[in-house]
T-cell receptor, first 114, second 115 residues
């Protein structure tokens, strides 16, 4: 069964203090790894998709990387507005058109203090 | 592009009652997904459609749950004989099958409270 584990469960940073969030996955065949941001009371907001080991993507203060077993979301010089829950999800190769669903981790709650 | 719309935003119901939620996806998206999320957890897959065909349903999904997507546009999710354990946020998402590097677009969800 496909599994996604995120760590830490919660992370508190001071403004400007860079850090990384981890997403470890065990799947039969990875098609894509997705990162989302979720604010309280709202649906997840898409950040990145990574498709192959070694791939990196950046958006403002966020950078996502992918290896064969895990992904990291690096946050450089975070600001209070970066506070949110960050979700990681995987999509697997299952043949034909049956790769639709995403399997999510439990999320990392990030709090950035001014 | 007005995003994914879900209605209602909040629903409080008594145990044993039936409830129905609606999702309007982004108009050109051919896939539509339903997820359930409880506090402190990531979204859990329920079912998804490609156009009007329901392609997969979670084996964790009780027979009390049913979803439809008539004509491949909006979708409804019905829960019959609600139980307190059904209390959760129900999220809808849509995507365009062949569009790489773009994730699913989620709605803001319907928060269900069963009392």
């Amino acid at each position: 069964e496909d599994q996604v584990t995120q760590s830490p469960e919660a992370l508190r940073l001071q403004e400007g203090e860079s850090s990384s969030l981890n997403c470890s996955y065990t799947v039969s065949g990875l098609r894509g790894l997705f990162w989302y941001r979720q604010d309280p009371g709202k649906g997840p907001e898409f950040l990145f998709t990574l498709y192959s080991a070694g791939e990196e993507k950046e958006k403002e203060r966020l950078k996502a990387t992918l290896t064969k077993k895990e992904s990291f979301l690096h946050i450089t010089a975070p600001k209070p507005e970066d506070s949110a829950t960050y979700l990681c999800a995987v999509q697997v190769n299952a043949g034909g058109t049956s790769y639709g669903k995403l399997t999510f981790g439990q999320g990392t709650i990030l709090t950035v203090h001014p | 592009d007005t995003g994914v719309s879900q209605d209602p935003r909040h629903k409080i119901t008594k145990r044993g009652q039936n409830v129905t939620f609606r999702c309007d996806p982004i108009s050109e998206h051919n896939r539509l997904y339903w997820y359930r999320q409880t506090l402190g957890q990531g979204p859990e897959f329920l079912t998804y459609f490609q156009n009007e065909a329901q392609l997969e349903k979670s084996r964790l999904l009780s027979d009390r749950f049913s979803a439809e997507r008539p004509k491949g546009s909006f979708s409804t999710l019905e829960i019959q004989r609600t139980e307190q354990g059904d209390s959760a946020m129900y999220l809808c998402a849509s995507s365009l099958l062949e569009r790489r590097n773009y994730g699913y677009t989620f709605g803001s969800g319907t928060r269900l409270t069963v009392v």
